[in-house]
């Protein structure tokens, strides 16, 4: 039976990325830095063990352990231990004896618990529903952490034209995209000169920012306006605006995004919505349209 999913090459897609190879993790020993193996095995099990809850998102269809340990490049003794753990604790079960493993609800329910008690979402859905409904334009809440954001809110338009993003997804640019220079320009200028000595602006299309002056005062335009354009410079056709708020002393990011076409003749009053959800979220004094 076929799944909807591509048992190959699913290692290379997955969002989840070891970090032992990013020195964060030592002990130090007799005055030399050495990794902690304890460590690294720890976060190796928990990057396989939600791969695992991945590979079924893909596939659709009861797995097998020689499915599983084959799709994720796993020994099959270490597949086995992950399955029956979480087949002991109710997060899998087995069809029938050789008949595969598929997630039971419990995932599902817990997840759905999470989010219905997460602070900012709870804050941010109604408003952001709201502006989506008005625009009808595909609308996007992400989170900075240092030179990066994750995505955590999609609420996407009626129209099938239109950017798919899932939540728990990385920004995929910081000098091509809207919600990217956003970023930038929340950094304190310390942070900002270093990013600039070392970024290698790539353009992704034909229209991309590739020069570190240009991008200066792109990131300086929006500040001094509040929102962050984008025009076809990490998607050919896709115009995108952006504006930051601050809640607990974090740093996040509200975007409109469409086919440019369609969202160019709304940018005259997309913008000043932006900017007054943006303002309502940090409860900040809203500004007369």
Not at 150 to 159: A, D, R
Not at 241 to 250: C, K, M, P
Request: hydrophobic letters at 40%; one cysteine or more; a positive charge.
């Amino acid at each position: 039976m076929a799944g909807k999913g591509a048992l190959t090459g699913l290692t290379r897609s997955s969002n989840f990325a070891l970090t032992r190879a990013e020195g964060r993790f030592y002990n130090v020993l007799g005055g030399r830095r050495r990794p902690d193996r304890h460590v690294e095995s720890m976060v190796k099990l928990v990057e396989r063990t939600f791969r695992c809850f991945e590979l079924f998102a893909s596939e659709q269809r009861p797995l097998s352990l020689s499915d599983i340990s084959r799709a994720l490049e796993i020994p099959s003794s270490s597949c086995y231990d992950i399955l029956q753990t979480l087949e002991r604790m109710g997060y899998i079960y087995e069809i029938e004896p050789r008949g595969g493993y598929y997630p039971s609800l419990r995932l599902f329910d817990i997840a759905n618990s999470i989010a219905s008690a997460d602070p900012i979402l709870q804050r941010a859905d109604l408003l952001l529903r709201s502006m989506r409904d008005t625009l009808d334009e595909s609308v996007f809440l992400s989170k900075v952490n240092g030179l990066q954001a994750t995505y955590l809110l999609v609420l996407q338009s009626s129209s099938l034209l239109r950017t798919v993003i899932s939540p728990g997804e990385k920004l995929r640019s910081l000098h091509a995209t809207s919600a990217g220079k956003a970023l930038l320009a929340s950094l304190d200028q310390d942070a900002l000169d270093a990013y600039f000595a070392t970024a290698d602006l790539k353009p992704l299309t034909p229209f991309s920012i590739t020069s570190k002056k240009a991008l200066r005062q792109q990131v300086s335009e929006g500040r001094a306006e509040g929102v962050f354009t984008n025009r076809n410079e990490s998607v050919e056709g896709v115009l995108s605006i952006s504006a930051t708020f601050q809640w607990n002393r974090g740093t996040y990011i509200v975007s409109i995004i469409g086919p440019e076409a369609r969202l160019e003749g709304k940018l005259d009053w997309a913008k000043p919505m932006l900017l007054n959800i943006c303002q309502r979220l940090e409860m900040r004094p809203m500004t007369t349209t």
